[in-house]
């Protein structure tokens, strides 16, 4: 075999591997970017003044999370809370809502309202996307800033990793507080 025979045939092994690595990482992009959890906790964890919540995206999902109203201000009660300040939670990538509960908790005792929720494909509905984040984001938001215990003009967003990434995309649409 002469030597520029073999100098071709190398190139095209090493050509050939490397498009089929490309396809790999091609085909399981969205693998590699999102890395949502199997299962989805229960509310067994939560404080017994929280509350178990629904939030509901324009585009139909339906995605758990968890209110927990200031430390002493239960909102369950009879009568209407004063509207305070509140952080609205973004998990980190392969997180849920309860790898955020001592947080929250701590939170509600220095005089926030605190909402967790999980982004659609991390509680088991729908595949994350970054559009699908954003709707996320967009209805957590207004569902926090809807409740009666809660100064729509008073939300702080808080973000991890992948979170921080989504809050600051949300921040870009709603600034703040």
Request: hydrophobic letters at 40%; proline letters at 9%.
């Amino acid at each position: 075999m002469a030597i520029p025979e073999l100098i071709v045939r190398s190139i095209t092994i090493v050509a050939l591997a490397a498009a089929g690595v490309l396809a790999y990482l091609y085909v399981t992009q969205r693998s590699l970017i999102y890395f949502p959890g199997s299962t989805s906790p229960g509310g067994e964890l939560l404080p017994a003044e929280s509350q178990v919540v629904e939030l509901h995206t324009a585009d139909g999902l339906r995605l758990p999370g968890w209110f927990l109203p200031t430390s002493g201000q239960p909102s369950r009660s009879g009568a209407e809370p004063t509207p305070g300040p509140a952080v609205l939670i973004f998990n980190g990538n392969a997180g849920d809502r309860s790898h955020r509960l001592p947080l929250a908790e701590a939170l509600t005792e220095r005089g926030y309202a605190v909402l967790l929720f999980d982004y659609r494909g991390y509680a088991g509905n729908g595949h994350p996307s970054e559009d699908g984040l954003r709707a996320d984001a967009r209805a957590a938001v207004e569902a926090l800033a809807a409740r009666p215990e809660v100064d729509p003009e008073r939300i702080a967003y808080f973000g991890e990793s992948l979170g921080a990434a989504v809050a600051g995309g949300l921040a870009t649409e709603r600034p703040p507080a």
